[in-house]
């Protein structure tokens, strides 16, 4: 799997927008971005994924550059609940090692009040 | 929303007891996996698990860790002999099919004195 570089620690003003950055330069064409987050101890929770477009659900958008060496999870209206560590992973759906998902340190998203 | 279950929340053994930590997957999941997170390092990626064999499995998954579907709901994980090292949270995750999103369960806290 690729290997994906994000920023250590970000705040972000309850109500506004969070924006966390990944980039993931040797990402291949098969692969997805993957995003989850972990709020304290608890399990990681799915976010969103995506290929090339941009997508969106009820918790966030992924914006995914032309090139698909970077993309950036967006939190429209970041509340003090998410406070969290986020995941950005880069994972193909077929062949090689695909069953797992591989973490790294992520982003510790801290929303101020 | 279906969700994955794990039990217990927390569990505290002795060195060179075995544990074993259930986990119930999304009901109409086919694939399984196991990560752990010691304390204040990353996930990490165990074993997965299909069709009654697995998949793939880490470096860490040594002979010490078994996995087992012994009915058709639960997806358990046992350590045989469990050293100090073993000390950590363990997630239980399930995806639809190999390669899909994986959806994580809250976590079994295990702390070996």
């Known amino acids: 799997d690729a290997k994906t570089t994000q920023p250590p620690s970000m705040d972000c003003a309850e109500g506004r927008a969070a924006n966390l950055p990944c980039n993931h330069s040797?990402?291949?064409?098969?692969?997805?971005v993957y995003w989850y987050r972990q709020i304290h101890s608890q399990g990681p929770q799915y976010i969103i994924h995506g290929l090339k477009n941009n997508e969106t659900n009820e918790m966030a958008s992924l914006i995914i550059t032309e090139d698909r060496k970077s993309s950036t999870l967006i939190l429209p209206h970041a509340t003090l609940r998410d406070t969290a560590v986020y995941y950005c992973?880069?994972?193909?759906?077929?062949?090689?090692?695909?069953?797992?998902?591989?973490f790294g340190k992520g982003t510790l998203l801290t929303v101020n009040p | 929303e279906p969700e994955v279950t794990q039990t217990p929340s927390h569990q505290v053994t002795q060195m060179g007891q075995e544990v074993i930590l259930r986990c119930v997957p999304i009901?109409?999941?086919?694939?399984f996996y196991w990560y752990r997170q010691i304390l204040g390092q990353k996930v990490e990626f165990l074993v997965s698990f299909y069709n009654n064999e697995i998949s793939e499995k880490s470096e860490i998954f040594d002979d010490q860790f078994s996995v087992e579907r012994p009915d058709g709901s639960n997806f358990t994980l046992k350590i045989r002999s469990t050293k100090l090292e073993d000390s950590a949270m363990y997630f239980c995750a399930s995806s639809l099919v190999a390669g899909e999103t994986q959806y994580f369960g809250p976590g079994t806290r295990l702390l070996v004195l």
């Open positions: 992973i880069v994972k193909g759906l077929y062949g090689g090692s695909n069953y797992k998902l591989t």
């Open positions: 040797t990402i291949s064409g098969n692969e997805y």
């Open positions: 009901s109409n999941h086919l694939y």
